[in-house]
Each structure stands twice: as structure tokens, then as C-alpha cells.
């Protein structure tokens, strides 16, 4: 019970994420897709945006995870749900059939894969003809080192190149993370306990803004929604 409300009111990179990044996600798979069927997370981490996915009314959630502490995290948090198949596996080598799901999820991921076209290549070789992928990266430049990153992100001309030699075409973008909120989120980290202390709401500068008055300010955070030729 504690842990839940400090996830919602306490601030953590984990937390701003669910509150600036979520919205955008969510707004995205209800304009584009049907909210039904399969959709598969690569990348799962925790399990927490897909949880909110399925409460969006998906039929069924497939969630991949690669790295084995995150892997064991999404187990406890989502593991047991009969909606759910977890699977500890690489994006690289997705073990699904081919045209298999109806909608792809993967955020803040790809910029950790060194290959990063075989993992486009292979999120969309799961994805059925017609169906849509959501997919957020950072986007350069990058305000603060990530040395567990292989690039610094994509812009929105790169990321829609990534994924359209497998026939997807971007349909929308979306950003987040402002500067704002990236140097709230960075003086709040030089704080004891790392402002684990502080509301995240005041570390958001950015909820009640416009998309194109978050795309003016230097957004760190990019969603684009591709959907799949028929």
C-alpha cells in the first residue's frame, strides 16, 4: 500500500516517467488503436505500463524482458495476472510468430541496443498487417550522461527511418520531458535520498501544456505511432 502511494505521489526517475510519459502513450493507443487483441511490450521493466495498457482493455498482454533484475520485477508485479505471458528474452530474437500481435509497445529501449534494426525489424515482424506500434525514445540531445545508452536517441526523422524499411509508416508523433521537467528532475537528484522526499507533481512543468508547446521546449522524450502496411 505504502509503495503504491509513493509510486503515485513521491518523485523517482520511475515515477516522472509514469507521469509525463503515460498520458502521452495512452492518448496514443486510444486515438490509433482498438484497445483489443494482443498487444506485446518489448522492454517490459516493471510491468507498469503494460498493466495500464490492459486496463485499457486489451484481450491480452505478451511482455518481454531481457534484463534479469527487471525481469524478476515484472514477475511480481504482473507475473500472476491471466491476461499476462511473461517471457525473459532478447528483442533481438523474439520467440513469436510472425504477424502475431496487434499492437506493439517499446518505450525507452531501443537506444540501449547496439543493433538496434534487428530489434525494429523483429518488433515489426510480430506485428499483424494494419496494426500499430507505440514507440518512445529519448531524443537528442542528451542532458545528462547515459553511459548504458548506445546512442543518444532519435529525432523524428530517424526514428521514422529505423522502422519504415519493414513497412511501417509513422503516423503521429508526441513528445515529453521537457527541459523544464528534465532540470527539475536533476536538481531534485542532487537532494538527500535523491528528492525521493518530493512530490512529483512538482517536479512536472509540463501536464498542462499543448503538444506543440511541448515540442518548443527541448523535449528529451519522443513517441511516434507507425502502423504496419497492409
Known sequence: MLRSMARRWLFTFNTIRYRVEWPRIELAM?????????????????????????????????????????????????GR?????TMRESLLDIPLPDES?????????????TDHKRAASELCRILKPGGHAVITVPRPP??????????????????AALF?????????????????TVDRMLSCARLPARGMFVPVALVDAETQLTPKERRALRPYGLLTVFQKEV
Open 81 to 85: 495476472l491471466p491476461k499476462v505471458r
Open 30 to 78: 486510444k486515438k490509433y488503436t482498438p484497445l483489443k487483441g494482443v498487444i506485446f511490450d518489448g522492454g517490459a521493466g516493471s510491468g507498469e505500463f503494460i498493466r495500464r495498457c490492459l486496463e485499457l482493455g486489451f484481450d491480452e498482454a505478451v511482455a518481454l524482458e531481457y534484463d534479469d533484475q527487471n525481469y524478476a520485477l515484472l514477475q511480481k508485479n504482473i
Open 164 to 180: 519504415a524499411p519493414y513497412g511501417m509508416k509513422a503516423l503521429a508523433s508526441d513528445w515529453f520531458l521537457t527541459r523544464d
Open 101 to 113: 500481435v496487434d499492437v506493439v509497445l517499446s518505450t525507452q529501449v531501443l537506444e540501449h541496443i
Open 142 to 159: 542528451e542532458p545528462f550522461p547515459n553511459p548504458e545508452h548506445m546512442r543518444e536517441g532519435y529525432t523524428e526523422v530517424e526514428l
